[in-house]
């Protein structure tokens, strides 16, 4: 679509159907029906007002990967107005075009329906660098994807700009300066993209977002490159499957390197460069996350990657489901504003590990756990803590002193015996290969293993043995409390003694105890 069509000698009927991506700064639409039937004058009036006729998208069209989001977009009007509530996750290849997609998807809305439209990233500095200083590859701002004739006001600090019809296109950090996302508080985008959501703090979503969008029922693309079977790719499977049952309110997709190509039809990342990645020492991890979406492999400098590409080989991770005939126990790491981690798990012989769930939460008073866990209806015969659970808090009692004063705790509660980190990662190594993980119940806790990594040294270029600290590392550290008690000979190996005579329904498929003969 050219300006210049504009000003063709065609009849105005015809040409009607090039503006559905134009706007006029001086009240296009209505002049457009005044001069409906006098092609003539319009020409002339057109030839006056030039400079306000703006094509939005400047030259740039959608490759054909991009399409589906438009299209799911397109079930809304212009001004926003049609079905409410449309969200899209987007999981694609790096380099892919993902931002600029999402900016050109919003253009249309944006000179239509006055409101705030915000670009979400990790953090502000994430977003300058991705969109308010970037460049494409000619050159150009990609902030000025957005006509710069729109603009009424360009703020460098708020990285905000208004425009001349009341809308604001924002750049925001999901994380603010104290690690939290109550700097969002008060914000009101109409359409929201959530960049890199993979690598975002996901309460911005379920704390300040997802209440904002309940409420006024506009859309909201979900676009990342996956880290794992995290939070985002757990979001993105429900997407697909409300999208298979025929709910149009959602959409998903992932693209790799073999689904996008250019217009031309050169792929935009071809094979011969990911060879060259790999004869350079691009570990294969990182060519399989970043250039073909898998969400299987583990993080660079991961501790238990390995170990993990074997219990998935031997089909380790599958219904683990409890048995009353094994005691359960649980093995905690304690946060607060850091994430309080829970795994349960019963030994049923001295080489097996069945881990049956998986907790974990943050923000929480630790005593609030102890009915989370007895909701599950599991007999627990006892609960282990990390050393630091004997840290006294400002009433002089430690922290399991306090959370046992707001609540009941009918088993006994025992600290793990404190070690080096090395020590304990030493321990779950040697655990590991014994472990059965629940696919359902514990997935999040197999993620936070398989996430967890070492630290990577800028000065040196490699690897230290100093674990990252992040979202995985607490239920990697919880696991570790229960790799030290297994091996330190803390749990009991085996069935129950006065349960010896008996078998549930998780054994037998049965609907009650029944006794059997042994």
């Known amino acids: ?31 457009v029906e005044k001069f409906r039937y006098n092609p003539k004058a319009f020409k002339e009036w057109a030839d006056q007002t030039k400079a306000n006729v703006i094509d939005l998208y400047q030259g740039w069209e959608p490759r054909h990967y991009q399409v589906g989001l438009f299209k799911h977009l397109g079930q809304l009007e212009n001004d926003g107005s049609g079905p409410e ?5 987007l999981m694609d290849h790096r380099r892919s075009g993902k931002t600029v997609r999402t900016i050109k998807a919003m253009l249309r809305f944006i000179v239509s329906r006055p409101a705030t439209y915000g670009f979400f990233f990790p953090s502000l500095k994430t977003g300058r660098q991705v969109i308010w200083d970037a460049l494409d590859n000619d050159g150009r701002p990609i902030i000025e994807y957005i006509p710069k004739a729109l603009w009424a006001r360009k ?78 790719w757990r979001q993105h499977r429900v997407f697909q499957e409300c999208m298979l049952a025929g709910d149009s309110r959602y959409y998903a997709a992932i693209h790799t390197i073999e689904d996008t190509f250019r217009h031309d039809g050169r792929r935009v990342i071809t094979e011969d460069a990911i060879e060259e990645r790999r004869r ?11 250039y073909y ?22 089909g380790r991770i599958c219904r683990v489901p409890y048995s009353s005939r094994y005691p359960v126990y649980t093995f905690w790491d304690i ?56 840290q006294t808090e400002s009433n002089g009692l ?102 010896d005579m008996f078998v549930d329904e998780t054994d037998m498929g049965m609907t009650s105890f029944t006794e059997i003969e042994l």
């Open 293 to 314: 979406c898998s969400v299987k492999s583990g993080a660079v400098g991961s501790y238990y990657g390995e170990q993990f590409r074997r219990i998935e080989d031997e």
């Open 398 to 499: 430690t922290k399991i002193q306090n959370a046992e004063a707001q609540t009941t705790v009918h088993e006994p509660i025992e600290y793990a015996t404190r070690r080096l980190k090395q020590s304990g990662i030493e321990a779950a190594w040697a655990v590991l290969p014994n472990c059965y993980f629940d696919d359902e119940n514990c997935h999040e806790g197999i993620n936070a293993l398989k996430q967890y990594k070492r630290k990577f040294e800028a000065t040196t270029k490699n690897f230290s043995n100093n674990p990252v600290h992040d979202e995985y590392s607490h239920g990697a550290d919880a696991f570790r409390t229960l790799a030290c008690v297994v091996e330190d000979g803390e749990v009991q190996i085996g069935p129950n003694s006065e349960l």
């Open 335 to 390: 946060g607060y504003n850091d994430y309080t981690s829970i795994w349960v798990a019963q030994f049923p012989d001295a080489n097996t590990v069945n881990l049956i769930h998986f907790i974990q939460d943050h923000n929480k008073p630790l005593w609030t756990y102890f009915p989370e866990l007895y909701k599950l209806g599991i007999p627990f015969k006892k609960h282990f803590v990390p050393w630091d659970g004997k």
């Open 280 to 290: 350079l020492g691009t570990p294969e991890e990182v060519i399989q996350q970043e």
């Open 155 to 232: 703020d460098n600090h708020m990285m905000q700009v208004k425009l001349h019809n009341g809308s604001v296109f924002q750049i925001f950090g999901a994380t603010g300066p104290d690690g939290t996302v109550g700097h969002l508080r008060g914000i009101n985008p109409w359409f929201s993209s959530l960049d890199e959501f993979a690598e975002m703090d996901p309460d911005c979503w379920n704390y300040v977002l997802a209440p904002i969008h309940d409420a006024n029922g506009g859309p909201v693309v979900f676009q990342f490159t996956p880290r794992g079977e995290n939070h985002a």
């Open 85 to 89: 509530g449309l969200k899209s996750s």
């Open 1 to 31: 679509m050219s300006v210049i069509d504009a000003y063709s000698g065609k009849a105005v009927d015809d040409e009607l159907s090039q503006y559905e991506n134009q706007y006029n700064a001086n009240s296009y639409d209505g002049l």
